[in-house]
């Protein structure tokens, strides 16, 4: 089955600063998608940023970027120019190619933003 | 982009009665459905799967007599919380995926706060 890790249950950083999440997952399969989403406090899940594993280049939106090791199971994610809406709950999650379209998702890291 | 809407948003009811929970995809069809719970400060929680036209997936550890899910149309599915008790409290979300292009794409419901008096 396959697993992921968030180990930061919180971080901060400084408005306009940059920030790195760490994600690490488990897996056997050869294929899958990886993403970030971010929860605000309204609790709505919004999709930050999204890899598929078959893709050697780091994805990449705006401000978000992702340093994605395939060999390593690692799918951190960086924030830069952080700004005061930036702060959010912050999941990683895994989707297997297939059918189910299940997320499986990572414990979450609590990210504040300090003006 | 695509809209996925829950109702209530907010739900307060007695111990012992049941609730239903609405997730609606509003401009897409989803022959499946995803139904979480979230506890404060926690990640989601997977309960179950709802396939239009069959019977749902429930995850393990969850009751399938507590938690009727029933997806009644490719837009429509209901979660019902019988006979509430006070741990049922909690918020549920609901996702659809997104079967055309991109198919990774998965919509996310606001959310429903349920409390159980």
């Known amino acids: 089955a396959q697993t992921v890790t968030q180990s930061q249950p919180e971080m901060s950083v400084q408005e306009a600063e940059t920030v790195t999440l760490s994600c690490t997952y488990d897996?056997?399969?050869?294929?899958?998608?990886l993403f970030w989403y971010k929860q605000p406090p309204s609790r709505q899940m919004i999709l930050v940023i999204r890899?598929?594993?078959?893709?050697?280049q780091n994805a990449t939106e705006n401000r978000f970027s992702v340093n994605f090791q395939k060999a390593a199971k690692s799918f951190s994610l960086k924030i830069s120019d952080s700004q005061l809406g930036d702060a959010a709950m912050y999941f990683c999650?895994?989707?297997?190619?297939?059918?189910?379209?299940?997320?499986?998702f990572g414990t979450g890291t609590l990210l504040a933003v300090q003006p | 982009g695509a809209v996925v809407s829950q109702h209530p948003s907010w739900v307060i009811c007695k111990s012992g009665t049941s609730v239903k929970i609405e997730c609606r995809s509003l401009d897409f069809q989803a022959t499946t459905m995803f139904w979480y719970r979230q506890f404060p400060k926690q990640s989601l929680m997977l309960m179950a799967t709802?396939?239009?036209?069959?019977?749902?997936?429930?995850e393990q550890g969850v009751e399938k007599d507590k938690f009727l899910i029933n997806h009644a149309s490719l837009t429509l599915s209901t979660l019902t919380v019988t006979s509430a008790h006070p741990e049922d409290s909690s918020f549920y979300i609901c996702?659809?995926?997104?079967?055309?292009?991109?198919?990774?794409?998965?919509?996310f419901g606001p959310g429903t706060r349920l409390t159980v008096t």
């Open positions: 897996t056997s399969e050869s294929d899958y998608y």
């Open positions: 999650a895994y989707r297997s190619v297939g059918a189910t379209n299940k997320l499986i």
């Open positions: 996702s659809a995926p997104y079967a055309g292009v991109p198919s990774y794409e998965q919509y």
């Open positions: 890899q598929e594993a078959y893709k050697q």
């Open positions: 709802s396939n239009e036209g069959s019977k749902a997936t429930y």
